[in-house]
């Protein structure tokens, strides 16, 4: 087996339970600042794990569009994989990994459907070739050729080119409502720094270190 050797700057300052907001989504809301203030490269995305129905878990990269204190948003058509799996079991897990300051975060919770408005409201802030790719893209379906996805998103462009690219009832935003959070600063040794933050049943959170 090959051993593989991986170089990363662990010269990163330790995190300490002081140092934590009381709320997670004001703790995520600093770091995500942070790592736009630090260049961060596709601070946005972010790794979604569902779960199939035989059991089998499935992970892949989506973007983050929005998030508050109520949760963390997300848009796919509502055709793919991963909206059929949370259909069935409406329970994720989400992953951020930003190997230049060290940092993990960990997101597990339920998801809902947001409003349709304000899937739409989204929709057409997206530029207009994206819009018409939401349609072409028959998300997770067998794909014969890429001539055959090409020749449908010039197709949509014909029909659309005289106006607005129509709603699509088929496609539109998810929010994961967390119940629990981890933040993971990396260190020395692999000495890590890790906290979780835990939904009370009084619908507080309680803050854990862990250990590494």
Request: proline share 6%; hydrophobic share 35%.
């Amino acid at each position: 087996m090959n051993q593989l050797q991986t170089v990363i700057d662990v010269n990163q300052p330790p995190l300490r339970r002081s140092d934590l907001q009381p709320s997670p989504d004001q703790q995520f809301s600093q770091w995500f600042d942070e790592a736009e203030e630090r260049r961060v490269p596709d601070r946005e995305a972010m790794c979604l794990s569902t779960v199939k129905s035989d059991g089998m878990p499935a992970s892949r990269m989506v973007l983050l569009k929005s998030f508050d204190q109520d949760g963390l948003v997300f848009f796919t058509n509502f055709e793919s994989d991963k909206a059929h799996e949370i259909a069935v079991r409406p329970l994720v897990a989400l992953l951020f990994f930003w190997p230049t300051v060290y940092r993990q975060i960990r997101v597990n919770g339920q998801v809902e459907k947001i409003a349709r408005e304000d899937s739409l409201d989204y929709f057409y802030s997206r530029p207009r070739a994206s819009q018409i790719g939401a349609w072409a893209s028959r998300q997770s379906h067998k794909q014969a050729t890429r001539a055959d996805l090409e020749a449908r998103y010039a197709a949509l462009e014909e029909r659309f080119k005289s106006g607005k690219v129509a709603e699509p009832d088929f496609w539109g935003g998810f929010r994961v409502l967390p119940q629990q959070w981890e933040f993971w600063q990396g260190q020395p040794n692999r000495l890590h720094d890790r906290f979780r933050y835990s939904r009370t049943a009084a619908h507080n959170w309680e803050i854990t270190r862990l250990d590494p």
